[in-house]
């Protein structure tokens, strides 16, 4: 099933929005002008709204594109993408989280990187 929209979050010294914006263009169509409100970075790649916040987690970045109309079912297929295009680690829920899970498998947390994946546990409150 597809999910309704998609969030990763990728390691930050090793990569910036620019880069994402690039891949983000190839992959959905062209990015528009990023807009900064706060510590948030917007802008509409093809017709899906994007949100970059920086250092979101420690010194992990956000990447969250607000739509269902994107060529990734899910978290995972997006970071798959994201990891083979920008050569960065990435980190996404492995699957949909509602809060009626509740905390335990809040943690739970799929690693996507040169080591390959597996699935870590990831305290990020």
């Known amino acids: ?19 994402v914006a690039e891949w983000l263009s190839e992959a959905l169509g062209s990015c ?3 807009v900064k409100k706060g510590q948030t970075y917007k802008c509409k790649a093809g017709n899906v709204p994007v949100t970059w916040l920086p250092k979101a987690v420690g010194k992990w970045n956000s990447l969250y594109l607000e739509s ?10 997006c970071a798959r993408a994201a990891f083979a295009a920008l050569n960065v680690e990435v980190r996404c829920a492995p699957g949909t989280w509602v809060e009626e899970e509740g905390e335990e498998t809040a943690d739970r947390w799929m690693r996507i990187s040169a080591d390959g994946e597996e699935e870590i546990t990831w305290k990020t409150a």
């Open 1 to 19: 099933m597809r999910q309704p929209d998609i969030e990763i979050y990728l390691k930050d010294a090793d990569v910036d929005y620019k880069a």
């Open 32 to 34: 528009s002008e990023w």
């Open 68 to 77: 269902d109309q994107t060529p990734w079912d899910d978290d995972i297929a």
